[in-house]
């Protein structure tokens, strides 16, 4: 089983910064991180949870969420086993739990939840206006 840890949240202040990661085990059932796409989700409170970037195998390909476009970078490093997003321009909308995720699937950038197998524990962001 893969074992997913996101970290990075914290608060901060609008127009501000943050940088999450996401590490994960070495290996599972035989399959390396490399043989994963990966994604970076987000519930709000009261809200469903969505997609907010995706990244395909080789970190070549990207899929981003409208909302995050041109403010959200997506990036893995399959040496360390670890996926990144780093955020922006934060707006206050953007506050909510963000995890990673790890699909099996044969997508380049999985979008729907049920694509992917494995999640982290959630890592809290808030922006204050």
């Known amino acids: 089983q893969v074992q997913l840890a996101d970290s990075g949240g914290g608060l901060v202040q609008a127009g501000g910064s943050l940088r999450l990661s996401c590490a994960a085990s070495r290996r599972t059932s035989g399959r390396t991180f490399s043989s994963f796409a990966m994604g970076w989700f987000r519930q709000a409170p009261g809200k469903e949870r969505e997609l907010v970037a995706a990244?395909?195998?080789?970190?070549?390909?990207?899929y981003y969420a409208d909302s995050v476009k041109g403010r959200f970078a997506i990036s893995r490093d399959n040496v360390k086993n670890s996926v990144y997003l780093q955020m922006n321009s934060l707006e206050p909308d953007d506050t909510a739990v963000y995890y990673c995720a790890a699909s099996g699937s044969s997508d380049l950038t999985p979008r729907v939840q049920h694509q992917y197998d494995y999640w982290g524990q959630g890592t809290q962001v808030t922006v204050s206006s």
């Open positions: 990244i395909s195998r080789t970190g070549i390909t990207t």
